[in-house]
């Protein structure tokens, strides 16, 4: 990697954690704060809200992926404006129809004005959501990804101010909340707008040249975007099981704790995103080795987490008493900062490097199977919400499994010995928690762990000189 290359690697890296450190502001606000005025119920459709709108990604049917897979590496002065404005403004004709066919359906079918509420502002958000994206998967492509983590920065913050305003007038309505998330994202929607102007605005292809060129990159992107949301689909399949099946409350109780696991997942998300057209301009056998040192060394920062529950569900059960059942969803889904953050950070970054989407969608797709067909049992059979959270983590560890075990043959490479004590570890955790006091469970927990580091204490050796050398340099 060049000087230049390397700068700009450190810069976006520097932006991607401010967005995410403002990011981590905001999710601390809407998952401490927000239940805390609203009340179990009204939190529990502002968490309905959160949980649909994520999906609406899906709309873009890959169009936005595609563009970042094919153009991944380029600079940006080598990508066809016109070409990619014409697509844009295809893309939004196209989901604008859709909202127009859609909506009323939803609206028609569902009894309740709560919900109709958020049919309502989740087709508002998907425009708006799916314009920053595509801006941003075009910049990303380029290795500007300061621009997207900008446009991040700039909604987060507007809703912390939102927030903030909401705070101070005690609003205990979960349609306002709403409504005021949806037009932060308007404000870094007109962003990204303005700094893509040069696509834009200045003039485009033929049609029929713009439809060709989108179908060539929803082609390309589809399997990318059917993966995620597969990805996504493998807690949230869990999710809409309760959702149908059991009250709002119930919905809203295991939803934040899931989205306290997040806290956790956010930075790691930021930094693959950074690392994709990094790794893209990096040599194979340099690709090869750094994936070597991030597989092994990135367990030891992943596992500590954990030791940090005892405070977090100190304090939250003092902040938030009516929210202790979540805290016990939380005792068991804590191991997915394990495995979802080692598959964010590495292996699906690297599937997408290696051009392996296909992988990447049959693994999330055996990943889903599985964790439909456990979370049915859990809520059908066994009628267990315990037992539908146990589901979850396993198959989030089988998904992190399946695409190390698919990487390591590509690079023909063996698998280690830290996946089996990832597993391991996450076993301890949740059987601690499950049998012992919370004291005694982390004390279990921090013990098996202690183990694991002396027992790789040479790589942790190994990994401490070698920071210290780059900051010699540095």
């Not at 810069?11 to 981590?24: C, D, E, M, R």
């Amino acid at each position: 990697m060049s000087e230049t290359k390397a700068k700009r690697f450190a810069k976006n890296v520097a932006v991607a954690f401010i967005a995410q450190s403002v990011s981590l502001v905001a999710s601390v606000l809407t998952s401490l704060l927000i239940p805390k005025l609203l009340g179990v119920e009204q939190f529990s459709y502002w968490q309905l809200f959160i949980f649909y709108s994520g999906y609406v990604g899906f709309f873009h049917f890959g169009l936005s992926d595609g563009i970042y897979l094919r153009y991944g590496g380029q600079e940006l002065h080598e990508i066809n404006k016109p070409l990619i404005g014409s697509q844009y403004r295809l893309m939004m004709l196209w989901q604008a129809a859709l909202c127009v066919l859609l909506l009323p359906v939803m609206l028609l079918t569902t009894a309740s004005s709560e919900r109709r509420t958020v049919w309502v502002c989740i087709a508002a958000y998907l425009l708006l959501a799916n314009t920053c994206w595509f801006w941003g998967y075009v910049y990303q492509a380029a290795n500007r990804t300061r621009i997207y983590s900008l446009s991040t920065i700039i909604s987060k913050a507007a809703f912390i101010l939102c927030i903030a305003f909401l705070i101070f007038t005690r609003q205990d309505h979960f349609e306002i909340y709403i409504i005021l998330f949806v037009a932060s994202q308007l404000v870094a929607s007109i962003y990204c707008v303005v700094k893509s102007r040069a696509f834009i605005f200045t003039g485009g292809v033929a049609p029929k040249a713009a439809v060709h060129e989108a179908w060539i990159n929803i082609r390309v992107g589809i399997n990318l975007t059917i993966s995620n949301i597969a990805s996504s689909l493998i807690l949230g399949i869990g999710r809409i099981f309760v959702d149908m099946t059991q009250a709002i409350t119930e919905f809203g109780l295991l939803s934040f704790a899931i989205s306290l696991t997040n806290f956790f997942l956010q930075f790691i998300s930021q930094i693959s995103m950074v690392m994709f057209p990094a790794l893209r301009q990096v040599d194979p056998t340099r690709a090869k080795q750094l994936f070597l040192s991030i597989r092994k060394n990135s367990s030891f920062l992943l596992c500590s987490i954990m030791i940090l529950f005892i405070p977090m569900r100190k304090i939250l059960g003092l902040w938030l008493p009516q929210y202790e059942v979540s805290l016990g969803y939380l005792s068991w889904l804590l191991p997915i900062c394990i495995f979802d953050g080692k598959m964010q950070l590495l292996y699906a970054t690297y599937l997408k490097v290696l051009r392996k989407e296909k992988s990447l969608l049959g693994i999330n797709l055996i990943s889903l199977g599985a964790s439909a067909a456990l979370c049915a049992v859990s809520v059908f059979v066994f009628k267990s919400l315990n037992v539908l959270v146990l589901t979850m983590v396993i198959c989030v560890a089988l998904r992190s499994i399946l695409a190390n075990v698919v990487i390591s043959k590509n690079y023909e490479i063996s698998m280690d010995g830290v996946t089996v004590w990832e597993c391991v570890l996450s076993a301890v955790f949740i059987a601690a928690n499950m049998c012992f006091s919370l004291w005694t469970a982390g004390l279990i927990y921090f013990g098996v762990y202690c183990i694991y580091l002396i027992v790789n204490c040479r790589t942790i050796a190994a990994l401490v000189r070698g920071i210290a050398k780059y900051r010699t340099k540095l």
